[in-house]
């Protein structure tokens, strides 16, 4: 079983920035790869960024592209989302996922454990 803590969530204004990190236990954390989806109030959970599990092949939604970053230390069990240039419509929950294997995917399927989630709010 593994355990995904995420935080770093909060109130920000438009412009301004936030890093979400996700603690991971329970399984070799370098063996996977990791992701980040979001889901806003009466949406459904869309895919935000991964990574595999060396830290290569990070790809990102397009909404999202250009404005943040995701990345892992893997000798801390710990995935990042580095967030600027923040918008209104980030506003979400956002999760991080464990995926089921070592290669990065923007597929939710592909991902079997996930963390509660950490709120993110932009005012405008």
């Known amino acids: 079983q593994v355990q995904l803590v995420e935080s770093g969530g909060g109130l920000v204004q438009a412009g301004g920035s936030l890093r979400l990190s996700c603690a991971a236990s329970?399984?070799?954390?370098?063996?996977?790869?990791l992701g980040w989806f979001r889901q806003a109030p009466g949406k459904e959970r869309e895919f935000v960024a991964t990574?595999?599990?060396?830290?290569?092949?990070?790809n990102y939604a397009d909404s999202v592209k250009g404005r943040f970053t995701i990345s892992r230390d893997n000798a801390k069990n710990t995935v990042y989302l580095q967030m600027n240039s923040l918008k209104p419509e980030d506003t979400a929950v956002y999760y991080c996922?464990?995926?089921?294997?070592?290669?990065?995917?923007?597929?939710?399927?592909?991902?079997?454990?996930w963390g509660q989630g950490t709120q993110v709010t932009v005012s405008s």
């Open positions: 329970g399984r070799t954390f370098s063996d996977y790869a």
């Open positions: 996922a464990w995926g089921r294997g070592a290669w990065a995917s923007g597929n939710s399927a592909e991902y079997v454990y």
């Open positions: 990574i595999n599990w060396s830290g290569g092949s990070p």
